[in-house]
């Protein structure tokens, strides 16, 4: 079975202070890992996906097979990072539906 | 262009009544996914159809939930016999197809209440 796991419910941290919101999956396959990010009174969006090797709004996501981990890492977060960030796992025998972890909150304090 | 639209916003019901949630996915979308979100949970997968049929339904909790996509675009799902746990947030979500690694497009979900 396939299983999203993050440890963390709140991350509180200054502006300009390094982010890193911690993601393990389980997965018997090759997996598909996303981050979506749902900022107050918004709807869920993608934020990036570890195919594109992108960087989006400053946040990066590296995948470690070894470690089962796909971190979501920022070096210096702003204040409208604030929201609540969720790790995604596709699936490749379900029309790519996902498995979500219980998602983050992250504050970032003026 | 227009994104995901999910109705009602909100709904608010008794115990034991039916209740039908409505989903308009992005134009053009053959995917369209189902899932329910309960109070400080990520969101937890309830169905998916590529086109008019269902592909995948293993989400579904139990047989008081059914959906339906008659003509590949908008979905209905159908609660009957409505518990006090199927309160939660219910989001929908659409995809150009449902290849491994596509972008899900979410709605802004319905908040089910059920007295």
């Known amino acids: 079975a396939q299983r999203v796991t993050q440890p963390e419910k709140l991350l509180s941290v200054f502006k300009g202070a390094p982010v890193e919101l911690k993601c393990n999956y389980s997965?018997?396959?090759?997996?598909?890992l996303f981050w979506y990010v749902q900022y107050s009174r918004q709807r869920l969006q993608l934020l990036l996906r570890?195919?594109s090797r992108e960087s989006i709004k400053g946040f990066t996501a590296d995948l470690n097979k070894g470690e089962t981990s796909f971190h979501l890492k920022k070096p210096f977060a702003q204040e409208e990072d604030s929201a609540m960030y969720y790790c995604a796992l596709g699936s490749r025998n379900a029309g790519n539906m996902l498995t979500f972890g219980g998602g983050t909150r992250l504050m970032v304090k003026p | 262009g227009a994104g995901v639209s999910q109705t009602p916003s909100n709904k608010v019901t008794e115990k034991g009544k039916y209740v039908e949630l409505r989903c308009d996915p992005i134009?053009?979308?053959?995917?369209l996914y189902w899932y329910r979100q309960s109070l400080g949970q990520g969101p937890e997968f309830l169905i998916y159809f590529q086109g008019t049929g269902a592909a995948d339904d293993s989400g579904l909790p139990n047989d008081r939930f059914f959906a339906v996509r008659p003509e590949g675009s908008v979905s209905t799902l159908k609660i009957q016999r409505t518990e006090r746990g199927d309160s939660a947030v219910y989001l929908c979500a659409s995809s150009p197809e449902g290849a491994w690694g596509n972008e899900q497009f979410f709605g802004p979900g319905t908040r089910l209440t059920v007295l």
């Open positions: 997965y018997s396959g090759s997996p598909e």
């Open positions: 570890h195919i």
């Open positions: 134009s053009g979308h053959t995917a």
